[in-house]
């Protein structure tokens, strides 16, 4: 009798369809219209862009201020950013190539071989050089990492070149330390964290029988991770590097201290150059006339649609390598 009489109450205590009704409508509405403010700030930004850009769009053509190689703020004003898109893919392109392995092997020894301990210390050390503000990556660069690659890199190969390889100074460039090879270094340790952190969280995703079956079959450790962990997480890795690659891109500070800042085709290995980026923050508080301003502001356009078009194919990858069932969907 007392367990029916509790059964009741529990009964009467559970929500009416009238509250759960009007709980699954308010949830419903307050999740559209957050994903809705995103997709409406997105496109704001880049009609924003746009129309600030519109005036130097107009004048040189969308595809021919895209290609244009010339950028001389002070006597012709004519404009195109065809330099600082060469300058921002090369960089990031080499900074990814680059980082990838080293991060892989970092997210393969924490993962899969530290002591629990050796693996946290390692991710805290990893997760920290994400947190340090680029522009104090940018000052170690210019006062103790620059000197020492010029001193010990730069030079001896560009000296080596001069005696023996005359015809490598033109494609070495100036050894002034400050240059595209320089940048690309400095982007290489600043996206190893984001493609380490994804790459360790998919590696411990990977489900416990997966590695156990391997392991059944006389597979070794290594085996174990190269034929059961790695492809099960490809995924993962792949989000993780084009999610650096997404940083590499946008990254400013560092790479303006640290790159040169040439405004002129062609670049050379260790000789200046410059990104999208890099001429935004260097040029914007000097631009006075309007059709150099609008320019920047275009170049910003460009900077968006690329990094937009960087990120979806992220999330193309993502979806079209995550794992189901031990299967690619």
Do not use: C
Not at 15 to 42: C, E, H, K, Q
Not at 68 to 90: C, E, H, L, S
Not at 138 to 145: A, C, E, K, R
Not at 195 to 220: C, H
């Amino acid at each position: 009798m007392t367990e029916n009489k509790t059964a009741k109450k529990k009964i009467n205590l559970s929500p009416s369809a009238l509250y759960g009704w009007l709980g699954d409508r308010i949830f419903a509405v307050t999740i559209f219209v957050l994903g809705f403010i995103v997709i409406f700030t997105t496109v704001a930004m880049a009609l924003s862009l746009y129309f600030s850009g519109a005036e130097a769009i107009n004048k040189f053509g969308f595809f021919g201020f895209m290609t244009g190689r010339v950028w001389d703020a002070a006597i012709t004003m004519q404009f195109g950013t065809w330099p600082f898109i060469v300058g921002t893919v090369a960089t990031s392109f080499a900074a990814l190539a680059l980082s990838f392995l080293p991060a892989i092997a970092i997210a393969i020894f924490t993962a899969e071989y530290a002591p629990k301990w050796l693996g946290y210390i390692i991710e805290n050390l990893v997760n920290l050089i994400a947190a340090v503000p680029s522009v104090v990556i940018g000052i170690w660069g210019i006062f103790v990492f620059t000197p020492w690659v010029r001193d010990s890199v730069y030079m001896p190969v560009y000296l080596w070149s001069l005696e023996n390889a005359p015809s490598l100074t033109p494609i070495l460039g100036n050894p002034a330390g400050y240059g595209m090879l320089t940048a690309t270094i400095i982007l290489t340790i600043m996206i190893i964290p984001f493609t380490t952190a994804l790459t360790t969280d998919a590696f411990r995703m990977v489900p416990k029988e997966q590695r156990e079956a391997a392991s059944a079959l006389g597979a070794t450790k290594w085996e174990v991770i190269r034929m059961a962990v790695i492809p099960y997480s490809r995924g993962g890795i792949l989000a993780g590097a084009m999610l650096s690659l997404g940083r590499a891109i946008g990254e400013t500070m560092a790479v303006a201290m640290l790159i040169g800042n040439k405004n002129t085709l062609p670049f050379t290995i260790f000789g200046p150059g410059s990104t999208m980026p890099s001429v935004i923050v260097n040029e914007f508080r000097e631009a006075v006339e309007n059709i150099h301003l609008t320019s920047l502001m275009a170049v910003g356009f460009y900077l968006f649609l690329i990094s937009l078009v960087v990120n979806l194919f992220a999330a193309w990858i993502q979806r079209k390598y995550s794992i189901t069932g031990g299967r690619a969907v």
